[in-house]
């Protein structure tokens, strides 16, 4: 009699909702979440070996927002509580292996609200208001690496420790370049400007510490639009991140000396003095500004939601995009008070020297976006 009810119990338990537990994984969980005031989300991992009790099951409770990763490459995305589960030998053949490490990335909220657990268990039982996550919710969602939040927070630190030196060796210098006006209104500074002088040290300097700002952005935005690229050339870890961005400094430099050296050569073409100088770096301050905006609103999302990133730094460089035109515009106001010259001669030279190659440089910005 024991034995009979013993049998109907087991044949009944996948109707009713009961699983037999073989391994729990609550107490293997490793917190991997950082320390820092800031940090809103929380990373756990655990691996699990898929070799023992091949024909079993592995059944999941994961809070809302929660991302899985296994053996580093991104699985599902839960928007809401969820439970669920999946064969071993499903994972098994999915990712060719004995054992896998299985990471839970989500806001610490939500792991407070709802437990995470895992569980092997023998037979799959559930309640009818379960929901499965499904893959194609993440295609479009983008999960912030723990490299790519230490190269940001590394090149900023870098770039704000140079501005500080530079401060220290240049105080005067560095007040009158993060000034818009400056260049146009300071007379000796305008009057000085030839090639020699952006060739000083502390011009480059200043250069420099301008051009891992914008590489800084520029690798942001290859990280958001075209991950595969750094996956592909130099690999998805911190140090080819950060060798690329500092790469990356050093190219806009030589492009940004390329430039001035073209505005020069064109304003001799158009008969334009020494107002090459002013030119220059009043669009430089453009930069400087319009950059630091960029910077710091990336800063807030990759800190806080760095899903939403990729809808935010478009908008981000559409605004610079219509913030230098428009100071293109002033520029060239600015100049024809300034300058005893015909709007149309000083309209021309804005054109070539300005207007031109910023319309190509963003027609290719949006073609490698899309």
């Not at 070996?49 to 079993?56: A, C, I, Q, W, Y």
């Not at 437990?115 to 969602?141: M, N, R, Y």
């Not at 559409?318 to 300034?338: D, E, K, P, S």
Request: hydrophobic content about 50%; glycine content about 4%.
């Amino acid at each position: 009699m024991i034995r009979l009810l013993s049998l109907i119990c087991t044949l009944l338990l996948p109707f009713i909702g009961v699983s037999q537990i073989l391994e729990n994984y609550k107490a293997n969980w490793v917190d991997q979440s950082d320390v820092a005031f800031w940090e809103r989300m929380e990373q756990r991992d655990v691996i699990v070996d898929l070799h023992s009790f091949p024909e079993s099951h592995f059944q999941f409770e994961v809070p809302k927002g929660s991302t899985i990763f296994i053996d580093g490459k991104l699985w599902r995305l839960f928007p809401s509580d969820t439970a669920f589960t999946i064969s071993s030998r499903q994972i098994s053949d999915e990712f060719g292996s004995d054992s896998v490490k299985i990471s839970v990335i989500g806001p610490r909220s939500s792991f407070g609200s709802y437990p995470l657990t895992l569980s092997k268990v023998a037979q799959v039982g559930f309640s009818k208001g379960v929901e499965l996550a499904k893959v194609d919710q993440v295609i479009k969602t983008r999960f912030l690496p723990q490299p790519v939040k230490d190269f940001y927070f590394t090149s900023l630190f870098i770039t704000l420790f140079l501005f500080a030196i530079y401060k220290i060796a240049y105080p005067y210098l560095l007040g009158v370049l993060l000034q818009p006006l400056a260049v146009i209104n300071a007379e000796d500074f305008s009057e000085s400007g030839s090639l020699q002088k952006v060739f000083s040290f502390d011009i480059l300097f200043y250069l420099f510490i301008v051009s891992t700002m914008m590489a800084q952005c520029l690798v942001t935005g290859m990280i958001i639009f075209k991950k595969e690229w750094i996956e592909g050339l130099i690999g998805w870890d911190y140090p080819s991140i950060m060798l690329l961005w500092v790469t990356s400094s050093f190219t806009i430099l030589i492009l940004t000396i390329l430039k001035f050296i073209g505005i020069r050569v064109i304003s001799y073409l158009f008969d334009m003095g020494k107002s090459d100088f002013a030119h220059f770096f009043y669009l430089l301050r453009l930069i400087v500004f319009g950059f630091t905006v960029v910077i710091l609103m990336s800063l807030f999302f990759v800190i806080n939601d760095f899903s939403s990133l990729q809808i935010v730094f478009e908008i981000l460089i559409q605004t610079f995009f219509w913030f230098y035109i428009i100071g293109v515009t002033a520029l060239f106001m600015i100049m024809m008070n300034r300058l005893s010259f015909k709007k149309y001669h000083l309209f021309t030279y804005l054109c070539i020297a300005e207007i031109v190659p910023f319309l190509i440089l963003s027609k290719w910005i949006m073609v490698l976006v899309q």
